[in-house]
């Protein structure tokens, strides 16, 4: 064992060593970098929006891109949604836009951003200047935010993803039995079907259901804008995309989908033409990165602030690295509190929700903060669960149409491996107790009916917990929160319907409202946490490297890590069933 610790320190002494080296050379690549750059707009831009840059939840500007050196350390830059939409608005007003020029309407980066960028391009577009999109591909995500542009152009063989809204469940019950792995589900809700893809070999009636309704509304929300865009029928467009009838560039044409036909050259000659240029290289383009390092700067003479609290990814327990954890964000909302010159706070919710207790840790926080000050939320491409727990106490909630909300309900679910030793491994686990229980969801046997009982109490308990925490915050009766909860899942203008909900709305009309609560004419933004760049990630992992090395060092440890990570998973959860991408 002295032998295995020498040459594990022996290895790890190299590692920090090369780490250093690296970090050496990292700090002198920093200093040959040179200043950040200066943007100015010249008179009569185009303000290019290239749907293939990647829209967050926050901007990160990320000059040292390690993916090009590092194996995945992974590119963080990113057009936050909030700078994205203030500098649309920003440019409707500036004389030195001329028009907005869409392109890449291939890609997408999530149907609730791109409802978001939708509203300021509309805005953009009553000011009385032009929006025109060009597309070589299409894809629905993209056309959706094309459609709203005064003049749509494709390439002459563009195809097309408008095929409607699909979700694919994989269940898995079958291929768990032959390794005789029995998941062991525990929830309440009709439609909290979190866990069921474990449990089952096809899907429940209720979430059958539950999600039929779900990508019927998101279709309604997005095809509905189009038609009214397009000044074509709902029923016209299911037709066509139902009989496959949207082939080709062509036919977007003849469906009234597509202006005109372009090559990426005569798109250029185009671009040339609408802007009063002569070529093609006296056209003065700039990117939204760039227009907003010109336009949208932060007001530092300003002492008033609105906080922006952005609580993105799945509720995690304690010590967990990513995501929403009470450790994380418990002292960012007491600061805030404590702050007299952050006069109101937006929390940004992009959550399926997850463990309960951190969750609860959180919300408990945010009272704490709502009795001094306004706090006002919006929602992103989610707010379910354990996201939606956090923030129904606020003052108000604005949620876009396509935003995934609701999913009040809660499950456990603890994995039995008793067929697994026995059938699999032929094995024998013998356990020596002190008590009936002691064992209890140690994953070497199935949990007997009291202990079922048991967790179907705690279930309950929280269940109940959780709906009058609804009640509470809504304005509601806890009957009729549990009549719209039983882990139903609902689209943001479902939710606006049935009162989970304030208003229809984005980040910006969040931020709007909180500076009219906290009576101010002139504030600044300050977003937390501090949204990370590669290089502080890759800081992060060489923290994590050496933390599993010296976890090597010791064998017993490794067993404590194992069955540690195996406890974090029979917590009680506030989850979303599933997460759900469209394009």
């Not at 978001?116 to 953009?124: K, M, N, P, S, T």
């Not at 709203?148 to 768990?176: H, P, Q, R, W």
């Not at 949620?399 to 999913?407: A, H, K, Q, Y």
Request: proline share 3%; hydrophobic share 40%.
């Amino acid at each position: 064992m002295k032998f295995l610790k020498s040459l594990l320190a022996a290895i790890l002494g190299s590692f920090i060593a090369l780490g250093l080296l690296f970090l050496l050379a990292i700090g002198m690549i920093g200093a040959l970098m040179p200043a950040e750059e200066t943007v100015s707009v010249a008179p009569s831009s185009v303000l290019k929006i290239d749907l293939g840059s990647t829209i967050g939840e926050q901007t990160v500007s990320d000059p040292l891109d390690l993916s090009s050196i590092v194996p995945y350390a992974g590119s963080t830059s990113s057009i936050g949604i909030l700078d994205a939409v203030r500098a649309i608005d920003y440019a409707a007003t500036d004389p030195a836009i001329k028009f907005i020029y869409l392109t890449n309407c291939g890609s997408s980066s999530g149907i609730s951003y791109m409802e978001e960028l939708r509203g300021a391009l509309d805005r953009f577009r009553a000011s009385g200047k032009p929006v025109i999109a060009y597309g070589e591909n299409f894809s629905f995500g993209g056309y959706y935010l094309a459609s709203v542009a005064d003049k749509i152009y494709a390439d002459e063989f563009a195809s097309n993803n408008i095929l409607g809204i699909a979700t694919t469940i994989i269940f898995l019950k079958d291929i768990l039995d032959r390794f005789g792995v029995e998941m062991q589900l525990i929830r309440h809700g009709k439609y909290k079907s979190a866990g069921e893809q474990f449990i089952a070999s096809d899907i429940s009636e209720a979430n059958r259901e539950q999600n039929q309704a779900m990508v019927d509304a998101l279709w309604q929300a997005a095809a509905g804008s189009i038609c009214e865009s397009r000044e074509i029928s709902l029923t016209d467009l299911d037709r066509m995309v139902n009989n496959l009838e949207l082939n080709t560039a062509q036919d977007m044409i003849e469906a009234g989908l597509v202006d005109e036909l372009r090559t990426v050259n005569g798109m250029e000659q185009e671009l040339v033409t609408l802007s009063g240029a002569e070529k093609l290289k006296d056209v003065k383009m700039i990117t939204l990165d760039k227009y907003i390092k010109a336009r949208i700067k932060t007001d530092y003479k300003a002492k008033d602030k609105i906080a922006i609290i952005y609580a993105d990814g799945q509720i995690n327990p304690d010590g967990s690295s990513d995501g929403i954890t009470a450790d994380k964000f418990q002292p960012i909302i007491r600061d805030l509190r404590a702050d007299s010159s952050v006069k109101a706070v937006v929390l940004r919710v992009n959550s399926p929700g997850g463990s309960v207790q951190p969750a609860e840790i959180i919300r408990t926080e945010l009272e704490l903060l709502q009795q001094e000050k306004p706090l006002i939320v919006s929602y992103g491409t989610m707010a379910a669960s354990g996201g939606y727990w956090i923030s129904a106490g606020a003052d108000k909630i604005y949620s876009n149409n396509t935003t995934l909300t609701g999913s009040i309900g809660v499950f456990s679910m603890l994995p039995s491996l008793e067929k697994t030793f026995k059938d699999i491994a032929h094995v024998n686990p013998v356990t020596v107790r002190s008590h009936r229980h002691a064992d209890m969801g140690s994953m070497t046997r199935s949990l007997d009916r009291e202990e079922t009982a048991a967790f179907q109490e705690q279930v309950e308990m929280i269940y109940d917990h959780f709906i009058d925490i609804v009640a509470e915050g809504r304005g509601l009766t806890p009957e009729r929160v549990d009549e719209i909860a039983q882990g139903r899942v609902w689209c943001g203008n479902e939710a606006l319907d049935i009162d989970l909900v304030n208003e229809i709305g984005g980040l910006k009309d969040a931020v709007d409202y909180a500076a009219v609560a906290a009576g101010l004419d002139s504030y600044r933004i300050e977003a937390w946490p501090k949204a990370q760049s590669s290089l502080d990630k890759l800081m992060d992992s060489f923290g994590s490297a050496s933390a599993a090395v010296e976890t090597l060092t010791e064998p017993e440890k490794i067993m404590e890590s194992l069955f540690e990570s195996v406890k974090a998973e029979k917590g009680i959860y506030a989850r979303l069933p599933y997460i759900y991408y469209f394009e």
